[in-house]
């Protein structure tokens, strides 16, 4: 009668072990599940994405640079074409724009190109980044410590998309 019960034990251990090795498999995956996984993905993602925003800047005004001593010093401001007053203002290691009647500060990418007078090519804020090319080899000026250039800035949302895109006149000084 032992060995019935342990001939029995044995076999019901042996299937048990069966039964748990097939649950660990996964059924293969197909292209055509693989594919239509990927486009129900998308189709949510561009759901959660809101439209873009186009964005307004504004000048910076003396007033608002008396406002803010972090706006002097060394770096360069942008001027778009036909203005007068700057739309950024960049230094070392920060930017400054306005909108919404409000100066935003900006952080310099510190992985991006450094530009005059320790400045980046790129600064990211809360809501938007801010991208700046400048022309230096068509630079104006009397000196290597005070010039301007032509330049471009363009601003873009979190989701990388250009917001704001402007044409103009960077003047950098120490």
Known sequence: MLIGLHAVGLLALAFAGLGLAGCGEEPAST??????????VAAVLAQQTPPPVELALQPITTADIVENSAM????????????EDSFAILADGVGFVKYEGSI??????????????????????RE????ITIDQAKKEGES?????????LTMADGYDREVAMSEGRVACGG
Request: proline share 5%.
């Open 72 to 83: 002097e010093g060394a770096g360069c401001s942008f001027t778009p074409g036909g203005e």
């Open 104 to 125: 935003q500060r900006l952080a310099a990418d510190a992985g991006s190109t450094e530009g005059p007078f320790g400045t980046r090519e790129q600064y990211d804020g």
């Open 128 to 131: 938007y980044s801010l991208n």
């Open 31 to 40: 292209e055509a599940q693989d594919r239509a996984d990927a486009e129900a």
């Open 144 to 152: 290597e410590a005070s010039w301007a250039a032509p330049a471009n």
